[in-house]
């Protein structure tokens, strides 16, 4: 079946440090791939996603690369901020599988000053 | 992408009643799914709700305890039933419209 793995947090950084966050994924037929973050106290927000392999999905400073030969979907940001702190999810879906997003179990990142 | 209204916000409800989640979309969209979130813990799938059709439910998940309407295909129901304090958490509704996927603000539900 389809499932995504991510690193355990959590993750604490200092300010404009440097953030990786390991996604895998095992997936029958050809997943899309996304993050999504969820600031504490609020809901979901798509932060990035990519649609086929060698894709870079990017966004706010955040940047994954879709690679198939590793089915990886890392997560990372040169430079993060104390407002980066959130809970990240890594998800995919199967569009011709009945269309479900299937997510990681999440990382929290804390950002200090 | 299509905007979703989710209501409540949040609700704290007696053990052994029922609270209905509802879950409106300003476009008509043919995929439509509810998840919960535990506290501290990732998004599960509960079920697909299908226009005209009864909901598709995820193992685990049953109709007699999360029963989901969907009359058109702009809104949806979902249900927690009989609840107990395990019911606690965040419940999402999720559209799927031009292969982008869509979240509620989502319902936090406490039960005492």
């Known amino acids: 079946g389809n499932s995504v793995t991510q690193m355990e947090g959590p993750v604490t950084l200092s300010e404009e440090a440097f953030l990786t966050i390991n996604c895998t994924y095992t997936?029958?037929?050809?997943?899309?791939l996304f993050w999504y973050v969820q600031y504490p106290g609020e809901g979901l927000q798509l932060l990035l996603k990519?649609?086929?392999?060698?894709d870079k999905g990017s966004n706010k400073g955040f940047e994954a690369t879709y690679r198939k030969e590793t089915t990886s979907f890392h997560l990372e940001k040169g430079s993060v901020q104390v407002s980066d702190s959130a809970v990240y999810f890594c998800?995919?879906?199967?569009?011709?599988?009945?269309?479900?997003?299937?997510f990681g179990q999440g990382t929290e990142l804390s950002v200090k000053p | 992408s299509a905007v979703i209204s989710q209501k409540p916000s949040r609700d704290i409800c007696q053990r052994g009643t029922s609270l209905t989640i509802q879950c409106q979309v300003d476009?008509?969209?043919?995929?439509m799914f509810w998840y919960r979130q535990q506290p501290g813990q990732s998004l599960t799938l509960i079920a697909t709700?299908?226009?005209?059709?009864?909901?598709?439910?995820e193992s685990g998940f049953v109709i007699d305890k999360f029963p989901i309407s969907r009359p058109n295909l702009t809104f949806s129901t979902l249900t927690v039933s009989n609840m107990s304090p395990e019911d606690s958490s965040i419940y999402l509704c999720?559209?799927?419209?031009?292969?982008?996927?869509?979240f509620g603000s989502g319902t936090r539900l406490t039960v005492v």
């Open positions: 476009s008509q969209v043919t995929m």
């Open positions: 709700a299908n226009q005209g059709s009864e909901a598709t439910y």
């Open positions: 997936a029958t037929g050809y997943p899309s």
């Open positions: 990519a649609t086929k392999a060698d």
């Open positions: 998800a995919l879906i199967v569009y011709n599988q009945g269309g479900k997003l299937i």
């Open positions: 999720s559209v799927v419209y031009n292969q982008g996927y869509t």
